[in-house]
């Protein structure tokens, strides 16, 4: 016995699920028999055409549409590479005298330009399956996301002293209180409320006037002062991060678009909720609900340099005096 006939004796032995290219062949099966609950799908079915030819079909769909009956048939390519025109001409000719309604080619690792170009022509449809893993297959099925970082630091405070003499020169900006409250704490809420939006880099100031003088500690010790000033430094920073979809779905390289099961479960790549792990993005960001627009999640991180806000929950009402 020569070794091809063992390698062949030693397949018959395998379960047939586990033979090359018919595990493609099941999942192609199974999702179109979510595609249509009422149409039958069957696998690995031979076919006898028009001229008496009878030839194998990897998955077969039967269904009605406008009270006729349709007829579907898919080729599953299982192999290393993409696709080329070969392999389209050669379903082409082999569903010539078949009648069917539907021709469909499943290539797991996609399809060339000029085999997707000659399927247009021969009204062929190119499908692959989302792929579990990116890295496998050599192509990727998903959204480009947006992200925005506004972030606010060097946050300093400046004092304006009752008397033209400033009874102190320098000062830990967080000793500085009102009532015994930090009142930088209220200059973090204005700068992560009311300017959070904030678009325009750079320095800005926002100022605290008092009607009438009052008297704020100062590292253990009371000023009478006449107003506070804040200087807060603006940085904004644009990310991208590439989604990929995986599930109980077909991508459509001609139309350019995936198709979901009623029944299907999609399912997206890990994504990091810190921003500053995503990419850089120097461009400019599509505009939220663009049509035509890529995928685009309108995220904004708040990161605040040497200052946790989480732990102000107290803020002086100084707006009001």
Known sequence: MNAKSKKKDKLKELDPKKLP?????????????LMDPNSTVTHNEKLKDRVGNI???????????????????????????????NAIEAFSKKTDNLG????????RKGFTKQALKLAKHENIGCLSLLPDSPEQVGFSIGDMWYGVIR??????????????????STFDGNTVKWEG????NWFLKELFTTYSEENKEGTHYLKLKFKQP?????????????????????????????????????FDWNENKFT?????????????TDLR??????????????????GFIKALLYYQQNWDISKNNEVPELNKL
Not at 277 to 294: C, I, K, T, V, Y
Request: net charge positive; hydrophobic share 35%; proline share 5%.
């Open 151 to 168: 972030m606010w630091s060097n946050i300093r405070l400046t004092v304006h002293f009752e008397s033209k003499d400033s009874p102190i």
């Open 260 to 272: 979901i099961p009623p029944k299907g479960s999609v399912v997206g790549s890990a994504v990091e």
């Open 21 to 33: 290219g018919v595990s493609l062949e099941l999942a192609v099966a199974n999702i179109q028999k």
């Open 55 to 85: 030839r194998q079909y990897d998955v077969v769909i039967r269904g009605q549409f406008g009270g006729r009956q349709v007829l579907g048939v898919i080729e599953c390519k299982d192999h290393s590479r993409k696709k080329g025109p």
């Open 277 to 294: 792990e995503w990419d850089d993005f120097d461009g400019e960001l599509p505009a939220q609900g663009e049509p035509n627009s890529e």
């Open 100 to 107: 069917a309604n539907l021709r469909l080619i499943v290539s």
């Open 214 to 250: 009052r008297d704020i500690e100062i590292e253990g010790k009371e000023y009478r002062l006449m107003g506070i000033t804040c200087r807060a430094d603006r940085k904004i920073k644009k990310k991208k991060k590439w989604v990929y979809w995986s599930g109980d779905a077909l």
């Open 181 to 184: 409250k930090p009142v930088i």
